[in-house]
């Protein structure tokens, strides 16, 4: 295998590994214990709404529900990236007064990882590197995210 292969591959992880810890930043997602056996009539009586993402059938069509209640997602992309870290508060509530429930965020991998072998989520290198703090403010503001991770010159546009 080639040099230049070996680095790709290696690096090819990377963005999984970002989606992953995105999606369980945001979310709060930790491991739950294992159900206890209850019968079917039990469980449905005492079930708990339902929390999180699915997908169910209205009418013969999909439609998305969050937390057990329809969700229509109004999206805005925002590349914190080229956006200067004071104004992200001050954007994401811009985006949320407009009626943005979701942001779409745009996490180039190379950005994150300045030299070889370094990885900055917290902005000790740069300022717009502190993806902890971006997702913090998303969480504040109340809005979802959809993590779109990877290589920016591989987006169709």
Known sequence: MRLHQMRRNRRRGLPVALAIACVAAVTGA????????ISPRAQNAAAPP????????NGGYPELHVDGKPFFIHSAAFFYYRIPVDQWQHLLRVYH???????????PW?????????IDFDGHTNPRRNLRALLALIEHQ??????RPGNPGDRRR
């Open 50 to 57: 339902a929390a999180g993402m699915e997908i169910v059938e």
């Open 30 to 37: 930790v491991p739950r214990p294992p159900h206890a056996n």
């Open 110 to 118: 190379n950005w994150h990882e300045p030299r070889e072998g370094e």
């Open 142 to 147: 109340n809005l979802r995210l959809i993590a």
């Open 97 to 107: 007064s407009y009626g943005i429930n979701t942001i779409d965020l745009y996490i």
